[in-house]
T-cell receptor, first 112, second 116 residues
Framework: DVKVTQSSRYLVKRTGEKVFLECVQDMDHENMFWYRQDPGLGLRLIYFSYDVKMKEKGDIPEGYSVSREKKERFSLILESASTNQTSMYLC???????????FGPGTRLTVL | AQKVTQAQTEISVVEKEDVTLDCVYETRDTTYYLFWYKQPPSGELVFLIRRNSFDEQNEISGRYSWNFQKSTSSFNFTITASQVVDSAVYFCALSELGGSNYKLTFGKGTLLTVNP
């Protein structure tokens, strides 16, 4: 059974903290993605990666960075968390661009 | 730039009613994919269908059917004889394949509530 897992379902952090969100896929997919989902705004792409150590900015990369040191793992980093980064974060992977994306269960991050 | 519009923010129906979720897209590319995803209350997005721009055939899968019309840039989704388990947020999405723009652009979603 194909799977994308995320390190936490719920996370509470304080303003200014450095936050790491981890995503792991077991499908040997080339491409991985980070989205945030907010009410009324749908899903918006933060960053994606099409290969190890490669990354591309999405629509809303400001305030975020990513790391992909291994094919199966894609990390989203909030260097200094702010309250406007309170959101649901979804990780996804796909075998090739244009293919269906498989999503993880999401991490609901609250920044106080 | 690519864009997906789901004009219906929320729809509420009674069980066994048919319901159609609208999706209109904009793209400059001739080669693209369209998708529908379902997000139940548990939160995890579930893939429902992918359609490429060269295949305008309608598709039926059980109670689900999809109507793709390039002339109107629409990819509508119909649930026949709706059930309570169909209650979810449904997202339409577009992926262009030209150039380096590989991203999946989502609509804002339609919340479907099926009441018993």
């Amino acid at each position: 059974d194909v799977k994308v897992t995320q390190s936490s379902r719920y996370l509470v952090k304080r303003t200014g903290e450095k936050v790491f969100l981890e995503c792991v896929q077991d499908m040997d997919h080339e491409n991985m993605f980070w989205y945030r989902q907010d009410p009324g705004l749908g899903l918006r792409l933060i960053y994606f990666s099409y290969d190890v150590k490669m990354k591309e900015k999405g629509d809303i990369p400001e305030g975020y960075s990513v790391s992909r040191e291994k094919k199966e793992r894609f990390s989203l980093i909030l260097e200094s968390a702010s309250t406007n980064q309170t959101s649901m974060y979804l990780c996804a992977s796909s075998s090739y661009m244009g293919d269906e994306q498989f999503f993880g269960p999401g991490t609901r991050l609250t920044v106080l | 730039a690519q864009k997906v519009t789901q004009a219906q923010t929320e729809i509420s129906v009674v069980e066994k009613e048919d319901v159609t979720l609208d999706c209109v897209y904009e793209t400059r590319d001739t080669t693209y994919y369209l998708f529908w995803y379902k997000q139940p209350p548990s939160g995890e997005l579930v893939f429902l269908i992918r359609r490429n721009s060269f295949d305008e055939q309608n598709e039926i899968s059980g109670r689900y059917s999809w109507n793709f019309q390039k002339s109107t840039s629409s990819f509508n989704f119909t649930i026949t004889a709706s059930q309570v388990v169909d209650s979810a947020v449904y997202f339409c999405a577009l992926s262009e394949l030209g150039g380096s723009n590989y991203k999946l652009t989502f609509g804002k979603g339609t919340l479907l509530t099926v009441n018993p």
